[in-house]
């Protein structure tokens, strides 16, 4: 019945998000990268530079090159296409459809407005004899993304304490770590810890699970973990 109403007063505006599994995510993310976590309440609060979805009528038929160097006071970051997907970074030869929409960062929406001269310098160059894809010799294609593999490494990392985004947040490190990586779990469940035990620990596939039996608000408890003893925390 909610999901009903919601999609009743938002019409095509709605958009579902499973907030435990992105919260997650960013969480397993954000707690190997130092300052990413600032990064992104930044970019998904209210305050500073936000990010805007556009249609751009100006920009379809063109390239994701010329979005990106059509605008002065925003940034570019990708495309959301016509069937929702959305694309970080998409090839820079990537063609901008009628119903695609442009993904920037910026001040406010009222600082998404096209560059007039750049405008004007790639509808000269579209309507000259040359291809309508046109890269200089500095021009470098954006290959595939990176893959995770390529950059995994062995780490022992540590989850202080437990609730119910837990085996979520374990599940999404055991993507960024190579085989033979140890993840130690603290607390003083006795029902977490059969649970990591009997089921967690079969789901995942490059750590070994550790649990160690104690209290996160307990200093002697942390002291015998030796915390900087882990990779990351």
Not at 108 to 119: E, G, P, R, V, W
Not at 124 to 131: N, R
Not at 139 to 152: C, G
Not at 199 to 210: D, G
Request: charged share 20%.
């Amino acid at each position: 019945m909610v999901k009903n109403n919601i999609f009743f007063l938002g019409g095509d505006e709605e958009l579902f998000v499973y907030a435990n599994e992105i919260i997650a995510r960013i969480i397993a993310q954000s707690c190997r990268q130092r300052g990413l976590s600032i990064i992104l309440s930044t970019l998904l609060s209210f305050q500073n530079d936000e990010i805007y979805f556009k249609h751009e009528s100006a920009l379809v038929g063109r390239t994701f090159y010329d979005a990106v160097f059509s605008y002065d006071k925003c940034s570019v970051i990708g495309l959301m296409l016509s069937d929702g997907t959305v694309k970080i970074f998409p090839r820079l030869n990537t063609i901008i459809n009628i119903d695609d929409q442009i993904i920037v960062i910026a001040e406010d929406d009222d600082k998404i407005i096209l560059s007039s001269d750049y405008l004007s310098h790639i509808n000269y160059e579209y309507s000259g004899s040359k291809s309508s894809l046109l890269f200089n010799h500095n021009t470098v294609l954006l290959s595939n993304p990176m893959t995770r593999r390529a950059t995994k490494r062995i780490e022992r990392n540590l989850l202080l304490g437990w609730n119910k985004k837990a085996p979520l947040i374990a599940k999404e490190l055991d993507t960024y770590v190579a085989r033979g990586s140890e993840l130690h779990i603290l607390t003083n469940s006795n029902i977490i810890t059969q649970f990591i035990k009997e089921q967690l620990a079969n789901e995942l596939t490059e750590q070994k699970i550790f649990v160690h039996c104690g209290s996160l608000t307990n200093k002697f408890d942390l002291e015998k973990l030796n915390l900087f003893s882990y990779d990351y925390v």
